[in-house]
């Protein structure tokens, strides 16, 4: 390059004195850096006082059992996912304003327009709330199974999300990013804690009998965490293809051809002792053999008893009930197997619009009659199950939706538009104060006015319930320092027990 087209620090570094001074300078940047960072300083401004951790994995056994940071209050996490954007105002949030000024505007927005187009008046429930449990929480007709259950809920009427479209929703609510790409909550889990379960996956995500949701992968997806911590889906209904051998196989040498294999992959192995990438293919397929055997027995409803069966719904009239009835049950099987992360889905999005899912702008009513039920008896026996077995104390179950529905019906039609500004989730279980209400909306369910809370807020309690620093809990990926809750998210303390 001709001298004359050099800036001012270019001609600088033709001079032999300032070239030494400067590549000294850069040097002694590099040092200190390096310095920094070996004593856990260098971080100081992005994790707080500390470095992040990461875990420490075994290539031979990725799904190995982890500890975590400080001492859990969980060990497992179940989370029941409705899709569609299930509507506060038929469920959870009680608002006797709404009902007092029914059909008259929503003041300050009798031009407020929102998802799908301008809205209407202001509309009342469409199904009657009613006091239940001791604590005497209002929740709907809709739902009157699970709202026997209310003394053991933790409410949160002040959730927020950043994207009032399913598809950006959904993937917030599971993976905390509004964008496709970034790992799942049940990947993190998987990643930091490992499982109980030697001959399961340490996460499964068990989609709606009628499909899958609208995001459908990326809610089980592990993004750019290793491949190994991703969700592996399947129901009920539809297990895991391909697990059984031919009939040309017998069992025995089936099992004579797996022992081989192992011999031969031992020595194999014990020549390159160092290779980490040939110990972690070995573990995979080791594993995948376990699972050949486990996943079929776990899917096996029927040694379940007579009894378990009914409360479950599994043989029930409406097929979809049945089905999510079954799933239900599967979930809970596999809790009890050690399963770390189950991620149970009600609603799908292949049959349209609110037909198999809660996404109810046109005809409300006439669409939730049908996913009321199916969602309502299985799930309250699945967590009353989970309290008989002695397994509530150590799973946390944790209820959501994408986001809110609008207090006012869609101009024109029978419907709530979509509303991220204020909505309802809950858990229960592990950890968590039993009857409690944390947060509200206004006084027609629109909008977040006391303790607003975020999808971050609830991913950082949910790895603080596991026994984790959401701050410190990271990824090194393409030299970003990646977490669940990206630089957002505070515990919601006031929740836990």
């Not at 917030?172 to 049940?186: A, C, K, V, Y």
């Not at 009628?210 to 009920?236: D, E, H, I, K």
């Not at 594993?287 to 009914?310: C, H, I």
């Amino acid at each position: 390059m001709p001298e004359s087209l050099l800036s001012i620090e270019g001609k600088r570094l033709l001079d032999r004195r300032d070239f030494l001074k400067w590549a000294g300078n850069g040097l002694q940047g590099i040092a200190l850096t390096s310095l920094l960072a070996e004593q856990g300083l260098l971080r100081q401004s992005a994790f707080g006082n500390e470095p992040p951790i990461r875990p420490i994995i075994l290539p031979e056994s990725p799904l190995a059992s982890r500890p975590s940071h400080f001492t859990p209050k969980a060990k497992q996490v179940l989370v029941i996912f409705c899709s569609g954007a299930c509507s506060q105002l038929e469920t959870w949030d009680y608002k006797p304003e709404l009902i007092k000024y029914h059909d008259t505007p929503l003041p300050g927005g009798e031009d407020l327009v929102t998802f799908q187009g301008k809205q209407g008046n202001l509309t009342k429930h469409i199904y009657d709330f009613k006091p239940r449990g001791q604590v005497g929480k209002y929740t709907s007709e809709l739902l009157p199974r699970m709202g026997e259950l209310v003394d053991d809920m933790c409410f949160i009427h002040s959730m927020t999300a950043k994207s009032n479209t399913h598809g950006p929703a959904e993937n917030q609510m599971s993976t905390g990013f509004i964008l496709d790409g970034f790992p799942s909550m049940g990947a993190w889990v998987s990643y930091a804690m490992g499982s109980e379960a030697e001959d399961l996956p340490a996460f499964v995500a068990i989609p709606d009998p009628r499909g899958v949701p609208q995001s459908g992968p990326n809610n089980w997806s592990a993004g750019f965490l290793p491949a190994v911590f991703q969700g592996t889906p399947f129901n009920a209904d539809k297990p895991i293809p391909n697990l059984n051998p031919p009939s040309t196989i017998s069992a025995e040498a089936d099992k004579a051809t797996r022992d081989l294999l192992k011999y031969l992959n031992d020595q194999h192995l014990e020549k390159y002792p160092g290779d980490s990438d040939l110990a972690a293919r070995i573990a995979s397929y080791e594993l995948a053999a376990k699972m050949q055997l486990s996943a079929a027995e776990v899917s096996d409803l029927s040694k379940e008893s007579a009894s378990t069966r009914e409360m479950y719904c599994v043989e029930d009239p409406n097929e979809v009930k049945a089905g999510f009835g079954r799933n239900c049950l599967l979930a809970r099987r596999l809790l009890e197997k050690g399963v770390r992360f189950v991620q149970l889905f009600n609603g799908a999005y292949a049959m349209g619009e609110g037909i198999g899912n809660w996404d109810g702008h046109k005809v409300l009513k006439e669409q939730y009659d049908v996913h009321g039920p199916i969602l309502d008896e299985p799930c309250a026996a699945l967590i009353k199950d989970l309290k008989q077995r002695g397994m509530f104390d150590e799973t946390l179950v944790v209820w959501v939706t994408e986001f809110g529905r609008m207090p006012t019906f869609q101009t024109g039609a029978q419907g709530r538009d979509h509303n991220p500004n204020g909505f309802t989730v809950w858990l229960a279980g592990a950890g968590v104060k039993a009857p409690f209400s944390y947060g509200s909306t206004d006084e027609f369910g629109y909008k977040a006015i006391e303790n607003p809370t975020t999808i971050y807020d609830l991913h950082a309690t949910l790895l603080h319930l596991l026994g984790f620093d959401h701050e410190r809990m990271t990824y090194n990926h393409n030299g970003v320092e990646r977490r669940l809750t990206d630089v957002h998210g505070e515990v919601i303390r006031e929740i836990l027990v």
